[in-house]
């Protein structure tokens, strides 16, 4: 069996007395889309936030390919290509849908104050590349006719793959992406559905969060299941669907 990109062991995550995450423990394969299931409150988005670095840990390790990233700081994460998307689609309401994806272009030597104005030949050429990044990356994502519209003037859809844009441009090994599907329209579904084929058919690992069980019957290659803050089961779709224990924490089925 493969090394995992991502291992998650014995993550908690207290408020209080509330236990968010309480011991959750499993792995993410590389080059894979793995689904992330269970009933609302089963811990999945303060997952996202522990492994991202946006929450801290109570306790339990975060390991990314190989390296221990527990105590990383959510920048750092990202350097090392771990992305993350959110539910509620983010943006500057004062910048166009070009400035976002330029700001996420990875490694620009032009960041500092120094470089920038000492950078000349150098910066010029990273960023004219990291242009020609946005524009490809906004037409593959069929962004292109809104390249400048402020994020603000965009549908929840296209906001959504804006999101999807925005990890992309750092070059990320691992996406995490929170259901980007959500309150989108249909034709808008399928298509953001197609692009995440695409992004694993290029070698980019993805853990899933989605409510819509056809979306993650098509799209995953395995799932996980959570409930109460810790890791309840996984496999195939088919496997994880007629789970007695799954039925009962997911699907709200009582065992006859």
């Given at each position: 069996?493969?090394?995992?990109?991502?291992?998650?062991?014995?993550?908690?995550?207290?408020?209080?007395?509330?236990?968010?995450?309480?011991?959750?423990?499993?792995?993410?394969?590389?080059?894979?889309?793995?689904?992330?299931?269970?009933?609302?409150?089963?811990?999945?988005?303060?997952?996202?936030?522990?492994?991202?670095?946006?929450?801290?840990?109570?306790?339990?390790?975060?390991?990314?390919?190989?390296?221990?990233?527990?105590?990383?700081s959510?920048?750092?994460?990202?350097?090392?290509?771990?992305?993350?998307?959110?539910?509620?689609?983010?943006?500057?309401?004062?910048?166009?849908?070009?400035?976002?994806?330029?700001?996420?272009?990875?490694?620009?030597?032009?960041?500092g104050?120094?470089?920038?104005?000492?950078?000349?030949?150098?910066?010029?050429?990273e960023?004219?590349?990291?242009?020609?990044?946005?524009?490809?990356?906004?037409?593959?994502?069929?962004?292109?006719?809104?390249?400048?519209?402020?994020?603000?003037?965009?549908?929840?859809?296209?906001k959504?793959l804006?999101?999807?844009?925005?990890?992309?441009?750092?070059?990320?090994?691992l996406?995490?992406?929170?259901?980007?599907?959500?309150?989108?329209?249909?034709?808008?579904?399928?298509?953001?559905?197609?692009?995440?084929?695409?992004?694993?058919?290029?070698?980019?690992s993805?853990?899933?969060i989605?409510?819509?069980?056809?979306?993650?019957e098509?799209?995953?290659?395995?799932?996980?299941?959570?409930?109460?803050?810790?890791?309840l089961?996984?496999?195939?779709?088919?496997?994880?669907?007629?789970?007695?224990?799954?039925?009962?924490?997911?699907?709200?089925?009582?065992?006859?």
């Amino acid at each position: 069996m493969s090394t995992p990109i991502l291992r998650i062991q014995n993550l908690q995550c207290h408020f209080g007395g509330l236990r968010a995450l309480d011991g959750a423990s499993f792995d993410v394969s590389a080059k894979k889309v793995t689904g992330l299931i269970g009933p609302n409150g089963a811990g999945k988005t303060t997952l996202f936030n522990c492994i991202s670095g946006l929450l801290p840990k109570t306790a339990g390790t975060v390991v990314f390919k190989g390296v221990d990233i527990s105590t990383n700081s959510p920048d750092k994460i990202t350097n090392r290509g771990l992305m993350r998307t959110f539910q509620l689609a983010r943006g500057c309401p004062r910048m166009t849908v070009f400035e976002h994806l330029m700001l996420y272009g990875r490694s620009q030597s032009g960041e500092g104050v120094i470089a920038a104005l000492m950078g000349g030949k150098k910066v010029s050429i990273e960023e004219a590349e990291l242009r020609d990044k946005a524009l490809a990356l906004a037409k593959r994502l069929k962004l292109d006719h809104v390249l400048d519209n402020l994020v603000t003037a965009l549908s929840g859809g296209q906001k959504k793959l804006l999101e999807i844009g925005r990890a992309l441009m750092s070059e990320p090994e691992l996406i995490l992406l929170d259901e980007p599907m959500a309150g989108v329209n249909p034709a808008l579904v399928e298509q953001i559905a197609e692009h995440l084929k695409d992004i694993r058919a290029r070698g980019c690992s993805i853990l899933l969060i989605e409510h819509e069980m056809a979306l993650i019957e098509a799209l995953c290659d395995d799932v996980v299941v959570m409930a109460e803050g810790k890791f309840l089961t996984r496999g195939s779709f088919s496997e994880v669907a007629s789970n007695k224990t799954v039925q009962e924490a997911y699907l709200g089925m009582k065992r006859s």
